[in-house]
């Protein structure tokens, strides 16, 4: 045994303390750099709201830079900012009027609803038609499916969407255009529930299409390397059913570069996903700081950034625990 | 003014103009005896940052919170100031004193009594320190008095007749004392949730989502409004927006919010109706500033030679799909009383273009290029960076080559106004009833880079220009400002600062379930107390 395989053993603690050290490090590291980075833009929140407004005088420019700390010296915003972020503050957007916070906790289950739908549809369809296809390899089955997944990998998500819309909400009138509720029939309990899937529909297959193609083509490539491994040679050789080495040789072996796609699907979703909720107008975190970016709101921005860069680093770590679950070789170190 | 970013879709089809907009016109429809009930679905779109239009002027804020509350005045289709909150008005002899009578038994939607109080608050706290476009107006006026509880008196240094232009419930907007006072205007919590006196009622907002609007019970107008209930939904993109209005399930768009070939096919199905009234108060108009003080523009001849070089009708046939007329001056011809037609014109002609750039010493090189130029386009969309094109091509063909220069609004805005660091740009701008109101600050020498946004981005300075502002803002004498005013458009053309290109049209779309949607010339603005639908608004 190793010195430090020993001291694994011997406090798994320190391990963990370990990771949280780095975490904290980096979302620190990533804060100060978007703070800096996002004040490279020309501009400020000021003359975008004079600019809405169509008119201003410098009077309203100058209370409205007070009114949202723009007039105090780089230092004094950068060291406020750093002393919100030590303390997991979030900030304040002065252009919305609410902590970045509540503004996050607004949009999150939209956009989390949506995310989870459509990767939940993605992941299982996904993985089906990849197993599906790496099993018929060379065949008719196979290429239908690959041409298909290659189709929504390259199709334009705001495309497939408009061409959704078209269809079934339009000329089938089968959904509604967009939105998350229908607003004015003041739903409650169930018929809620059944109003938000209804509209969650078009959004969540526009969405799963694209992460539809990308699982079929991961599930149906690494499913194909480890049908060439010696470990399935053995099992074919001792005459154990195809079936079963699909399933439980292949799959489960294949499923590691799946399992790290999907972490890096749920680390992105406080960025949401910013064309289908423009396109299906769902309240989401996507358009949230899509917005913000244009609208140089660089607290509700850079609390976003934050947000998601805390989620981001904690999913590497669920992945990596997940690894090793799925495969006991894969140590975490 | 209208929000800068609504227009990026802006479209039109001179035959798609239903110039009446749904005013009623036949005699057959003016019988109809109007429906009560029903939920308005519209669509606001980009969302508002505030639904209170005394602390932020913008599109969205207006058309939301215009539902909400009053003004002083409402102006109907001719601009002229009718009675809303003030039933009447009189101004004394010497135009220094104005006195309105607020109509009896108005509370706001909290149940407390509207009262003059409200109105001499709001000019102190909030008109005077915080309207944005012409504050000067209101801190001519020294103090109001308010004998009563239903009178209020307003004491002026000079007179001012286009005080009168900007009295509606977006120019001066009355907010509730009882709510604002000793607070922080611009950060009061009541700016998202306002409390009004209008038809509408704020019921919800749900960010990034929709507004939820409910008819007022008791408003003052006994049985208006005809609607029950208004929800804003926010639709960020044009297709769908197209997509939801052709599927019936929006009966009111407002600031061209399609884009033209959507318009175009939308217009024909029998559901829908296209129009472009309700506009009047804002009188939008395109223009390019030229920098006055970059190496080539700083010569007028140069500056007249663009306009020679640009054929107007064209880019209207061309890019604006008929949906404007030709500017020729900067007061709009459709502000009759102030618009000159005997200025110096510019009719296309790019011979007398090449003529004055030869003038200037401009001569073209080998390649036939006389001089470069970047030119930044308006950046709210398609229409814009087409505008932008057009000119680029225009100016190809009398020597002159254009970089065009795409960015966002915050970038456009510092660039123009901030560092004037750029050649040409594009712009549009609203003159209201009144030029003082919208044209004067594009010209007024006070505003050269301050980093105001729209106002003189030319960087023209000009004494007499200066003085006539000056003097027609307190001429009392309504003919002799009127002269003042056609002096400055002679002024203003002559040295050209800025180029008039379009007297804009924007345009709504609305169901065609949907009546009496415009009623008045500030209708995008204000609220829609007569509008009814003529049957009830189907929910899904």
Known sequence: MTASGFIQRLAPGMHWARRLGQLAFIVVGIAIVNFFLLRLAPGDAAEVLAGEAGAATPEFMAALRQQFGLDQPLYVQFGKYLGNVLRLNLGYSFRQGMPVSQLIGDRLPATAILMGASITFALVAGTAL?????????RPTDTIISVIALLFYATPVFWIGVVLIVVFSVWLDWLPVGGMTTIEAGYHGTAYALDVARHLVLPAVTLGLFNLAIYTRLTRASMLQIYGQDFIRTAVAKGVAPGRIAVRHVLRNALLPIVTMLGMQVGSILGGAILVETVFSWPGLGRLAFEALFQRDLNLLLGILMASSILVVVVNIAVDFAYGLLDPRVEIG | ??????????????????????????????????????????????????????????????????????????????????????????????????????????????????????????????????????????????????????????????????????????????????????????????????????????????????????????????????????????????????????????????LSPIPLRDAERLAKLPTIRVGTAGY????????????????????????????????????????????????????????????????????????????????????????????????????????????GEFVKAALKRVG??????????????????????????????????????????????????????????????????????????????AARRIAAWKRFQVIAQTELPTLPLVELKFFNVYSAKLRNAVTRGDQIFGPLTEAWLDEPAKSQ
Do not use: C
Not at chain 2, 10 to 27: H, K, N
Not at chain 2, 354 to 366: M, N
């Open chain 2, 280 to 387: 009047e108060w804002l009188t939008p108009w395109l223009y390019l500033d030229f920098n006055v003080q970059s190496e080539h523009f700083k010569d007028a001849r140069v500056r007249r030679a663009v306009a020679h070089a640009i054929d107007r009708d064209a880019l209207i046939k061309v890019v604006w799909f008929g949906f404007g007329k030709a500017a020729i001056s900067p007061v709009s011809s459709s502000l009759k009383a102030f618009h000159n037609p005997d200025v110096p014109l510019y009719p296309f002609d790019p011979k007398r273009a090449e003529a004055l750039l030869d003038e200037a010493g401009l001569k073209r090189d080998s390649d036939g290029v006389r001089f470069t130029i970047a030119h930044d386009y308006l950046p709210y969309g398609e229409d814009y960076r087409r505008t």
């Open chain 1, 130 to 138: 990849g197993f599906l296809a790496a099993r018929r390899a060379g």
């Open chain 2, 400 to 477: 002159i080559d254009v970089t065009l220069r795409g960015q966002d609004t915050a970038a456009f805005t510092r660039r123009v106004y901030g560092e004037r660091d750029f050649d040409l740009s594009s712009s549009w701008s609203s003159a209201f009833p009144d030029p003082q109101l919208g044209v004067a600050r594009l010209y007024n020498s006070e505003f050269v880079g301050r980093n105001v946004p729209w106002s003189n981005g030319s960087g023209f300075r000009n004494p007499e220009v200066d003085a006539i502002f000056k003097a027609a803002e307190t001429e009392p004498d």
């Open chain 2, 1 to 254: 003014m209208i929000s800068r970013r609504s227009f990026g879709s802006a479209v039109a089809l001179s035959t798609l103009i239903l110039a009446a907009g749904l005013r009623q016109s036949g005699p057959g429809q003016a019988a109809e005896e109007p429906r009560r009930g029903g939920t308005l679905n519209a669509i606001i779109q980009p969302e508002p940052v505030s639904l209170t239009a005394a602390v932020l002027a913008a599109a969205p804020t207006g058309i939301v919170g215009g539902n909400i509350f009053d003004g002083l005045v409402r102006y109907d289709l001719d601009l002229k100031p009718q009675p809303e909150l003030a039933t009447h008005w009189d101004i004394s002899p010497d135009g220094r004193t104005i006195t309105f009578h607020l109509r009896e038994a108005v509370t706001w939607h909290d149940g407390q009594p509207f009262t003059s109080a409200d109105v001499a608050w709001s000019l102190e706290n909030v008109w005077k320190p915080l309207n944005p476009r012409n504050p000067a107006l209101f801190r001519n006026i020294t103090r109001a008095d308010t004998p009563d509880q239903h009178t209020v008196v307003f004491h002026l240094v000079e007179p001012s007749i286009a005080l009168f232009g900007l009295l509606n419930g977006n120019g001066a907007q009355i907010l509730p004392r009882h709510l604002y006072e000793g607070t922080n205007v611009l950060t009061n919590p009541y700016n998202l949730k306002p409390i009004g006196t209008g038809p509408f009622v704020f019921k919800e907002w749900v960010k990034g989502s929709h507004i939820l609007l409910e008819r007022n019970p008791h408003y003052w107008d006994a049985g208006k409004p005809y609607l029950d209930r208004i929800v804003f939904r926010v639709m960020p993109d044009g297709a769908a927006r197209a997509a939801t209005l052709e599927k019936g399930e929006i009966h009111y768009a407002p």
